[in-house]
């Protein structure tokens, strides 16, 4: 990763207290501090675009002006239409539009059809989500579906997740996020693994988890934190 990767931001971070009940304590700060607060407002944004309630939506957006490099950004409202549906990822770049005075970008690398790239992109970085369990991976989904293996090869990760303009361990946070505030815990912990793989300590994705703290009910805070903790092997 380059410089601006949260590796390289909190390398020094790897030996803060891990979260370990994800409430609001007097630690919350220690453990925040395991993220930039670039990396920290990105994440409370994908899960408010995740969640889709508008006035929230516009909050969080607001709050990353003058944070957040908005290349950013519209990866993450790019993104969100993988796990939250094209309609409010179409909402979130409709606001992010209004709010950034930003155009859309002239040409995008999305548009050119290029199936074998993405293809080939596309297994690269689900290979590097799932590690160990990337070949398991595809024949699950494959004995649902085959369409939807090869949608989630080219479209998932190929199109959208391996974009090359934020790195994988911020997308895999922001996915965290985004599968914690949906209820959605079979993915919530396959990408707790990923952002591991993908580059993220376990103090960033305390930290992640903590920053959306605020936005999930008692009870999944609660059970968020003993699903992190199997994944830590505690």
Not at 96 to 120: K, Q, Y
Not at 176 to 204: I, K, N, T, W
Request: hydrophobic share 45%.
């Amino acid at each position: 990763m380059n410089d601006h990767s949260p590796s390289a931001s909190a390398a020094h971070q790897e030996d803060l207290p891990r979260n370990e009940s994800m409430t609001h304590t007097a630690s919350d700060t220690t453990i925040l501090q395991a993220l930039d607060a670039e990396t920290i407002a990105l994440v409370r944004t994908a899960a408010a675009l995740a969640a889709g309630d508008e006035p929230a939506v516009r909050a969080a957006l607001t709050a990353t002006i003058g944070v957040v490099r908005p290349a950013w950004i519209e990866e993450l409202v790019l993104q969100t239409y993988l796990f939250a549906g094209f309609p409010r990822a179409l909402n979130a770049a409709r606001e992010w539009r209004r709010l950034s005075g930003l155009p859309a970008p002239e040409n995008d690398e999305g548009v050119l059809p290029d199936h074998e790239v993405w293809s080939v992109r596309g297994e690269a970085t689900c290979a590097t989500v799932y590690g160990p369990f990337y070949h398991r991976l595809r024949v699950n989904i494959r004995e649902l579906h085959p369409a939807l293996d090869a949608w989630m090869i080219v479209e998932g990760y190929g199109k959208v997740l391996g974009r090359p303009q934020l790195d994988l361990a911020r997308r895999e946070l922001c996915v965290v996020a985004a599968c914690a505030v949906a209820r959605q815990d079979r993915q919530l912990h396959s990408h707790l693994h990923g952002a591991l793989h993908a580059g993220a300590s376990a103090a960033m994705v305390s930290a992640a988890l903590q920053a959306i703290a605020d936005q999930l009910s008692a009870d999944d805070v609660r059970r968020y934190a003993g699903l992190w903790a199997r994944v830590q092997g505690k």
